[in-house]
């Protein structure tokens, strides 16, 4: 079957200008995940999906960043305003629910000039 | 102390030798354990899952875990370049939240020729 996918592979942008990274995570799955990973460093959980319960927003950075996701299906991570230290991977995951193993999908790379 | 601790290495090992990978974790009623893979520019790829004290083999890889101790290992026999990767370890959490996948920071992995 289809695994994740995000959309877009890369994404070049200028400081300041907004973006929107989008996944799909594996169908069937409750439990969706964003993680911010940068050059040579550990995953950096950001925000957790599950099902209709309030999102864990607990990683998250700073304000400018948001994320949905709608229908219990895709997921949209939005970055407001965005500075170059917002320069990583963007990595989303999937899993039948919390605590059991995440599958990830290829990851955004998003470079901020 | 980290929820989920990894030696960040690099590890090197000669080809077609041993490699062992450890991970302690501090949550003690942890039931579920994990090993993923991340080839450099690419995203974690999950390699093995481990519930249960004792060994779990997977053709070269075998999984330990010790809950006793609160350790969880990775052992790949007969290390071929193609191993050398980062090696997440990931376990389940109890938090506030509830169950949570906590990753550790990952051990590089060199395997030379």
């Known amino acids: 079957g289809a695994g994740v996918s995000q959309s877009p592979s890369n994404k070049v942008t200028e400081k300041g200008k907004d973006v929107e990274l989008r996944c799909d995570p594996i169908?069937?799955?409750?439990?969706l995940y964003w993680y911010r990973q940068s050059l040579g460093q550990g995953l950096e959980f950001l925000i957790y999906?599950?099902?209709?319960?309030?999102?864990?927003k607990s990683g998250l950075p700073s304000d400018r960043f948001s994320a949905e996701r709608t229908g219990g299906s895709v997921s949209t991570l939005t970055i407001q305003r965005t500075q170059q230290e917002d320069s990583a991977v963007y990595l989303c995951?999937?899993?039948?629910?919390?605590?059991?193993?995440?599958?990830f999908g290829p990851g955004t790379r998003l470079t901020v000039l | 102390q980290k929820e989920v601790e990894q030696n960040s290495g690099p590890l090197s090992v000669p080809e077609g030798a041993i490699a062992s990978l450890n991970c302690t974790y501090s949550?003690?009623?942890?039931?579920?354990f994990f090993w993923y893979r991340q080839y450099s520019g690419k995203s974690p790829e999950l390699i093995m899952s481990?519930?249960?004290?004792g060994d779990k083999e997977d053709g070269r890889f075998t999984a330990q875990l010790n809950k006793a101790s609160q350790y969880v290992s990775l052992l790949i026999r007969d290390s071929q370049p193609s191993d050398s990767a980062t090696y997440l370890c990931?376990?389940?959490?109890?938090?506030?939240?509830?169950?949570?996948?906590?990753f550790g920071t990952g051990t590089q992995l060199k395997v030379e020729l």
């Open positions: 995951a999937s899993s039948w629910d919390r605590g059991n193993e995440q599958f």
């Open positions: 949550d003690r009623g942890s039931q579920s």
């Open positions: 990931a376990v389940n959490i109890l938090t506030g939240g509830g169950n949570k996948l906590t």
């Open positions: 999906f599950q099902g209709n319960s309030a999102p864990d």
């Open positions: 481990i519930y249960s004290n």
């Open positions: 169908s069937g799955h409750t439990a």
